[in-house]
């Protein structure tokens, strides 16, 4: 596939297919990504693949958590606050959500029960754990942003090589909400930080959730250019 293609076509899915993932499409898939640049060539990602039994374990563990009122706290937590422009932004994402899902503003019940979906990983059969080292991370001088930042090109490696293997993804900070089950079920020690999800599996297309195409705000307002005319 075109990497342009790749680039336009990429988008969050939000529905998917039980079917599972070979493992070897996802083996030649996170090869692939390795390519990806990182500072100094640290390369600091590893990834913890989960699938069947164990993933069916961690998202009925993510649904009982959530269910008993136990709120997730990711390794690196979700903000606190979104100053502008940045929660109009994700104003207007959650709103095409709960649009194309028939969620009402005020309709509690739904919107937990889409909470729920996305515990569950919105019914992917397989995730993409991306963890990095605490102490690199956050050693005790001041956090080192960088190994997230590479993380983050890894990540969008993974998401942009998956159509290929005509699948689909999205990266969640939902998948990592409840990092301490994570550690419990596959053995992850404390050394390391579990930074994201990437949820992967087959899209299921006939739900409209999936015909979502998020806004980009235009070039001219990001960027400014200077020296030429
Ligand atoms: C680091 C990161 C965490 C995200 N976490 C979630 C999540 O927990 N739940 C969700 O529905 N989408 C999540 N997303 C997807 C974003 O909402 C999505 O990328 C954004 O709205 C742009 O849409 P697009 O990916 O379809 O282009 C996450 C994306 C990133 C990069």
Same mark, same amino acid.
């Given at each position: 596939m075109?990497?342009?293609?790749?680039?336009?076509?990429?988008k969050?899915?939000?529905?998917f297919k039980?079917?599972p993932?070979?493992?070897r499409?996802?083996?030649?898939?996170?090869?692939?990504? /390795?390519?990806?640049? +990182? &500072?100094?060539?640290t390369?600091? $990602?590893? &990834?913890? #693949?989960?699938a069947?039994?164990?993933l069916?374990?961690?998202k009925?563990?993510?649904?009982?958590?959530?269910e008993?009122?136990v709120?997730?706290?990711?390794?690196?937590?979700?903000?606190?606050e979104?100053p502008e422009?940045?929660?109009?932004r994700?104003?207007? !994402?959650?709103?095409?959500? &709960?649009?194309?899902k028939?969620?009402?503003? =005020?309709d509690?019940?739904?919107?937990?029960? @889409?909470?729920?979906?996305g515990?569950?990983?919105?019914g992917?059969?397989? #995730?993409?754990?991306?963890?990095?080292?605490?102490?690199?991370c956050?050693?005790p001088?001041?956090?080192n942003? $960088?190994? #997230? &930042?590479?993380?983050?090109l890894?990540?969008?490696?993974?998401?942009?090589?998956?159509?290929r293997?005509?699948l689909?993804t999205i990266?969640?900070?939902?998948?990592?909400?409840?990092?301490? #089950?994570?550690? =419990?079920?596959?053995g992850?020690?404390?050394?390391?930080?579990?930074? /994201?999800?990437i949820a992967?599996?087959?899209?299921d @297309?006939?739900?409209?959730?999936n015909g979502?195409?998020?806004?980009?705000?235009?070039?001219?307002? !990001? +960027?400014? $250019?200077?020296?030429?005319?």
């Amino acid at each position: 596939m075109e990497i342009v293609e790749a680039i336009r076509e990429r988008k969050s899915i939000r529905a998917f297919k039980p079917d599972p993932v070979p493992k070897r499409a996802l083996g030649e898939l996170l090869e692939l990504a /390795l390519r990806a640049p +990182s &500072f100094a060539n640290t390369q600091p $990602w590893e &990834f913890a #693949v989960v699938a069947g039994d164990k993933l069916e374990k961690i998202k009925q563990a993510y649904a009982d958590n959530a269910e008993a009122g136990v709120a997730g706290v990711a390794d690196i937590p979700y903000p606190g606050e979104f100053p502008e422009l940045y929660d109009s932004r994700r104003r207007a !994402v959650g709103k095409k959500v &709960f649009e194309l899902k028939g969620i009402g503003r =005020e309709d509690r019940d739904k919107r937990k029960g @889409w909470q729920l979906q996305g515990l569950r990983l919105f019914g992917a059969p397989c #995730v993409i754990y991306v963890l990095t080292d605490r102490s690199f991370c956050l050693p005790p001088g001041g956090a080192n942003p $960088w190994p #997230v &930042f590479d993380c983050g090109l890894v990540a969008a490696n993974i998401m942009l090589l998956a159509p290929r293997y005509e699948l689909g993804t999205i990266a969640q900070i939902q998948a990592v909400a409840y990092p301490g #089950v994570l550690r =419990e079920t596959l053995g992850i020690p404390e050394s390391k930080l579990l930074l /994201l999800g990437i949820a992967i599996g087959y899209p299921d @297309w006939d739900d409209p959730i999936n015909g979502l195409r998020s806004e980009r705000d235009p070039l001219d307002r !990001v +960027s400014t $250019w200077h020296g030429r005319e």
